[in-house]
């Protein structure tokens, strides 16, 4: 919900869609980079970045939620939610298969 003054954006379970969009952006252009300089397509490249943040995010959110992280620093919370972290992993894991075979394919 936006303040008074604040522009409003547009969110999807809390995170804004102007960051994935712009995250998502630097992925195409590096991977484009990447297939300039390599023997890489570009989408390819392109999907294999995109997987490489989505499982450095969970990554990061499974290591911030555990007793002593940055989400939990007096370890009140005993459990980790799994079930985000594990779902961002698997479409990861599609992502980079999905990579691999418009590379090999």
Known sequence: MAV???KQTFRR???????????IHICVV?????????SLRWSAA????VAALLINGALATWEDSR??????P???????????ILATVAIAFGVLLT?????IG
């Open 30 to 38: 590096v991977g484009g980079a990447m297939a300039a300089f390599s």
């Open 67 to 72: 007793p002593g992280g940055f989400d939990n």
């Open 46 to 49: 392109t999907c294999f970045l």
């Open 13 to 23: 379970n809390g995170m804004r869609i102007k960051y994935t969009l712009f995250s």
């Open 99 to 103: 990579g691999a075979w418009i590379q």
């Open 4 to 6: 008074i003054g604040q």
């Open 74 to 84: 007096n370890g009140s919370e005993k459990t980790t939610p799994m079930r985000p």
